[in-house]
């Protein structure tokens, strides 16, 4: 049975850091992208960043580049999204996904979703 479990979210004041973890299992995901998405109170899900196992290649929504990083070990199946600089538009639910193949970025295309994590940032 595929997993992917989230951890890490958590309320934290404008200008701080969290970092978010994805443990993944249940399957070899080697030919995959791990991917999070978030979805604030009455928007749509979006995508904020993504990593594939095979060579950490990354993708990044714009408005998190430079404060976001996504990283992946191996060793352990998980994958880490650190999160600085955080603004309250920051604010939702993160959710970790596989996709099978190179990244995307529409939440559709998914196989795998975890259940989320609630980030909150405070002004």
């Given at each position: ?5 989230e ?5 934290v ?30 928007k ?24 976001f ?8 199946n998980?994958?880490?999204?650190q999160?600085?600089s ?7 639910v ?15 295309h ?14």
């Amino acid at each position: 049975q595929v997993q992917l479990v989230e951890s890490g979210g958590g309320l934290v004041q404008a200008g701080g850091s969290l970092r978010l973890s994805c443990a993944a299992s249940g399957r070899t995901f080697s030919n995959y992208a791990m991917e999070w998405f978030r979805q604030a109170p009455g928007k749509e899900r979006e995508f904020v960043a993504a990593i594939t196992w095979s060579d950490g290649t990354t993708v990044y929504k714009d408005s998190v580049k430079g404060r976001f990083s996504i990283s992946r070990d191996n060793a352990k199946n998980t994958v880490y999204l650190q999160m600085n600089s955080l603004k309250p538009e920051d604010t939702a639910v993160y959710y970790c996904a596989a996709n099978f193949g190179a990244i995307v970025t529409s939440y559709y295309h998914m196989d795998y979703w975890g259940k989320g994590t609630l980030v909150t940032v405070s002004s």
